[in-house]
T-cell receptor, first 118, second 111 residues
Framework: GAVVSQHPSWVICKSGTSVKIECRSLDFQATTMFWYRQFPKQSLMLMATSNEGSKATYEQGVEKDKFLINHASLTLSTLTVTSAHPEDSSFYIC??????????????FGNGTRLTVT | KNEVEQSPQNLTAQEGEFITINCSYSVGISALHWLQQHPGGGIVSLFMLSSGKKKHGRLIATINIQEKHSSLHITASHPRDSAVYICAVRSEKRVNNDMRFGAGTRLTVKP
């Protein structure tokens, strides 16, 4: 089946530094990738939608200058948390929508990245 | 009001019980997804529906497009079914951010 690899699975960083999270579709091409964050015991919160080769569309309330998203190829999207603060500590998940479907495409998820900012 | 509403928020069942989780949405959609998130965080896509009914093992998903409602049923529930179940819809509008998610239903199945 289709696999989405998310890396790293966990990261600890100091306040003020930047952290990059990668999301790769291993055996399919993804025209669209989604980034979410999730706080403990809460559901997924969609942060942004990224389409290959174009600017990401951010959800209301998500700072685009703080959460930089790049989707330069059909198999890779990255989320960079810039100048991280402890309140950015969360679980970040990506998902990828398969290309090649004219209408409804399957959705595949990464295993998530647990970010802790100290 | 959220565009995707799930009920119940939390559900505790005894092993063997039949379980139903509901999802209502207020937008026109092209597809509805049921997702399962285990305590470790990983998410699995269980179903993608645009009409009718789908079955996979002990799981059944139905959708009524006219009523904008979907249900996820689990027959003969088992403790390993304990997870958060999330309903997500893809809007029929062709915009970049076309996915909307429910808040999830936390299911606990006790032995």
């Amino acid at each position: 089946g289709a696999v989405v690899s998310q890396h790293p699975s966990w990261v600890i960083c100091k306040s003020g530094t930047s952290v990059k999270i990668e999301c790769r579709s291993l055996d399919f091409q993804a025209t669209t990738m989604f980034w979410y964050r999730q706080f403990p015991k809460q559901s997924l919160m969609l942060m942004a939608t990224s389409n290959e080769g174009s600017k990401a569309t951010y959800e209301q309330g998500v700072e685009k200058d703080k959460f930089l998203i790049n989707h330069a190829s059909l198999t890779l999207s990255t989320l960079t948390v810039t100048s991280a603060h402890p309140e950015d500590s969360s679980f970040y998940i990506c998902s990828a929508r398969e290309a090649g479907y004219s209408y409804n495409s399957p959705l595949h998820f990464g295993n998530g990245t647990r970010l802790t900012v100290t | 009001k959220n565009e995707v509403e799930q009920s119940p928020q939390n559900l505790t069942a005894q092993e063997g019980e039949f379980i139903t989780i509901n999802c209502s949405y207020s937008v026109g959609i092209s597809a509805l997804h049921w997702l399962q998130q285990h305590p470790g965080g990983g998410i699995v896509s269980l179903f993608m529906l645009s009409s009718g009914k789908k079955k996979h093992g002990r799981l059944i998903a139905t959708i009524n497009i006219q009523e904008k409602h979907s249900s996820l049923h689990i027959t003969a529930s088992h403790p390993r079914d304990s997870a958060v179940y999330i309903c997500a819809v893809r809007s029929e509008k062709r915009v970049n951010n076309d996915m909307r998610f429910g808040a999830g239903t936390r299911l606990t199945v006790k032995p």
